[in-house]
């Protein structure tokens, strides 16, 4: 299966509300993931979003998938600020996958 | 019993806060309490938001309140477009046309955990704020940004209303936006968690509360403590960064906790032991020192060490 959400009608230009964000990640994504092959994210029309928001979602999916995580999923039509928001939120959750995987 | 008479001062602006919060806090062993607004000129953002969460606070608990001095206020229409009036129930007659309240009049918005969304009240309280500034400028988007974590932080944490109030002031460039609510405070918000004992004074927790990646949800006890949680403790720690990087102001109280820092630097405490049941965050940005939004977030979050490795795979055009 080949998801792809254009985030502006998911979520209007301002991403701001972390719970919304986790919630989304938990019903769309995570419950269908092992039968996803890969997720695009659209973030065309956002202008601006919060920390809370992109950690919640993002920064929690790359923290529990890891590798896999970084082979499935794409981000697409990003600013350069949303491109910056998103990056350090992943790479911050896959720093932290690799934390609880290291020696396992 | 009389009730406890509080005459709001002429003009509260922001560096008066303490004087404000003392003064509404001798009402408090009181039953009752009148406030009076009749000399009021000019009150800042963190005043409105202060007297409509403590307005609310002691409604919840009980005791009579009201509002006396309309009729000699002679900035009555500034506080009736802003919604100030309406927020506390006061409905009187308005003697002008509401026009589009972009600018001038930014009316105080409202939300807690049952209702509001968050993006749209911080959207919405951003445009209002500045009308005239571009969506895509650094100043509307670091606005959007505060309005958005502190919304979600009193919404979240605080299991009360929120009022928010913002305002720019154009001959100093200085953007004004403050939170209050009448909920919990940040000490109790550690309540039960790992770092309980950090946060044993309204003090203390309010540093806490500062730190980088410290949140309270994630200092709960969880079976599966990294997994799905809705908070990473980033919010206050790079909102406070923000005000820092743009040479502004950001002061917080809660119960008897103070924080107050300008420029990056903390001011002595208030001689008078003052008092907020809740949560006030008020944040100032001056808007000649906020050069490249995208570029002060990233040294932001490099100083409190997120987000290193190379994820340019990830994006696609
Ligand atoms: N209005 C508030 N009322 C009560 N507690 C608060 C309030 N605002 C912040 N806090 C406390 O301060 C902590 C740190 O806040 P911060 O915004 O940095 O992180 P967070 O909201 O937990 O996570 P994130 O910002 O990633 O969503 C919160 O976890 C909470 O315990």
Known sequence: ?104 | MTPYHVSIPSRVWKSQLPRLLVLLNQAEAHPAVVIDIAAVKFLAPAAIVVILARWHRWKREGKGVSLVGMESCENLGYLQRIDFLTHLGVEIPENFIRRNPAGRFVPVQTLNFAGGDVDKIASEITRCTLPDVDFEDDVYRLLQYAAGELLSNAKYHSGGRAFVCAQFFPKSSQVHIAVADDGVGIRESFLNTSREHEAGTPDTAIRLALLPQVSSVLLRPNPNPYSGQNHRGVGLSVTRCFARKSCGRLSIASENGWFDEIHGLEQTRPSQPIYFPGTLVAVTLHRDHIADYAEMHAEVMSEIGMGDLDTGEMFVD
Do not use: Y
């Open chain 1, 1 to 104: 299966m080949k998801l792809e959400f254009q985030m502006v009608s998911e979520f209007g230009e301002f991403l701001a509300d972390g719970h919304v964000g986790n919630q989304f990640r938990s019903l769309r994504i995570e419950c269908i993931w092992d039968r996803v092959e890969s997720v695009v994210f659209d973030f065309t029309g956002v202008t601006n979003l919060t920390d809370s928001f992109v950690h919640a979602c993002f920064g929690n999916m790359a923290e529990e998938h890891g590798e896999e995580f970084s082979q499935k999923v794409r981000f697409k039509g990003c600013s350069p600020l949303v491109r910056s928001f998103i990056s350090i939120a992943v790479s911050e959750g896959l720093k932290k996958h690799r934390e609880h995987h290291a020696g396992h």
